[in-house]
């Protein structure tokens, strides 16, 4: 057996056994790696005020956290306050209201004739749904979700800290490990650079469209919900995940926000909150002030203008969610990207042959 195919051999069986030990923390390790690229960017000013590398790793994690792990902490924190402060009774006499307050509304007798809607058949309806029995199951069983909530919650955050600890090490350790890398990849050092390029600048591009997209309809929400009393903290962070979501995005907000007012205070919040979030959010702010602000940072923050197409980072973002949950929306684009990548240097590789054809007929 030749040396190299030896050294191959060991590789694979070591690589094997690495797998074993550090499989539970693959998903972990790959996020945190995406996310050092996704911020190089903005680590460059930094250089030049320390001079170790440590202090650059330690201030990178640090804002790392401020600005992405930060809000989830304080929700996951407020929704834990908020259940233990849940009675049963309050919820129960709520729902009775709720019920009663559907049972008044009265449609015009000319409108239901023509449609042929049985108010009595309605009514028994809604009667039979929050009846006393369907109540208490309704109850038990959110309380359940809560619970399974809670536990998902506690794995959640263990994702986050070591999400934390494997980015600093990525930082930490990215400026030797990087050029090792391009050393041992059997590519010359243009293709290997693009493949680093196309993975930073997509990254960074999807990375802080996410974070400026959250922070911003996040933002708008909590205004507005803070005039009618409710916590516009907790709710901001929330809408501005839920806007994360494709296609329904902030109604998963919204809409149970203006039963709630509608519930609680009247009808007039509820129909400020649900036009000002159709109207102001939904319509001005997305559609035509995020394309604006994801637009400069492509442009200003990241000085490139070669990411991946917007619409393939939209649908790149729903499978990634689909497939891998809330980590999806960052595994999704880069696993993209470097599929593209790879496809860039497939191209490379054929023109090349081509013209090396060329040459040698």
């Known amino acids: ?123 028994n309806a809604i009667a039979n749904v929050f009846s006393e029995e369907n109540i208490g199951r309704y109850i038990k069983n959110s309380l359940s979700y809560l619970g399974l909530v809670a536990a998902h919650s506690a794995v959640f955050f263990k994702d986050m800290v070591l999400i934390l600890i494997f980015y600093f090490f990525a930082f930490f350790y990215g400026g030797e490990l990087g050029p090792f890398i391009k050393r041992i990849l059997p590519l010359d050092t243009a293709q290997t650079q693009l493949l680093f390029n196309e993975l930073h600048n997509s990254m960074g591009v999807v990375f802080f469209s996410i974070l400026a997209t959250a922070i911003f309809e996040g933002t708008l929400f909590a205004g507005v919900v803070l005039f009618f009393g409710l916590d516009a903290i907790l709710l901001g962070i929330l809408y501005g995940f839920a806007s994360l979501v494709p296609v329904v995005g902030g109604a998963l907000m919204w809409v149970p926000t203006s039963i709630y007012l509608w519930v609680t205070q009247g009808a007039k919040p509820a129909l400020i909150v649900a036009v000002y979030s159709i109207v102001v959010i939904s319509i001005v702010a997305d559609t035509f002030i995020k394309p604006v602000i994801i637009r400069a940072i492509d442009h200003k923050l990241l000085k490139e203008t070669n990411a991946i197409n917007e619409i393939l980072v939209f649908f790149s973002i729903i499978a990634g969610l689909t497939t891998y949950g809330f980590w999806g929306m960052i595994i999704g684009p880069a696993i993209t990207t470097i599929f593209i990548a790879i496809l860039k240097l497939y191209e490379q590789f054929q023109t090349q042959t081509k013209t090396i054809s060329k040459e040698i007929g």
């Open 1 to 123: 057996m030749k040396p190299q195919h030896f050294i191959i051999l060991l590789l694979l069986i070591s690589g094997w056994f690495l797998y074993q030990v550090f499989h539970p923390f693959l998903q972990d390790m790959a996020i945190a790696v995406l996310l050092m690229f996704a911020t190089l960017g903005i680590s460059k000013p930094l250089w030049n005020l320390f001079d170790k590398r440590w202090q650059v790793s330690t201030v990178m994690t640090v804002l790392l956290g401020t600005m992405f792990f930060a809000p989830l902490v304080y929700m996951i924190n407020a929704i834990a306050t908020m259940v233990t402060h849940i009675d049963p009774i309050a919820v129960h006499e709520l729902v009775v209201k709720t019920a009663h307050y559907l049972q008044s509304i009265h449609l015009p007798k000319e409108l239901m004739d023509r449609f042929g809607i049985d108010i009595d058949a309605i009514n």
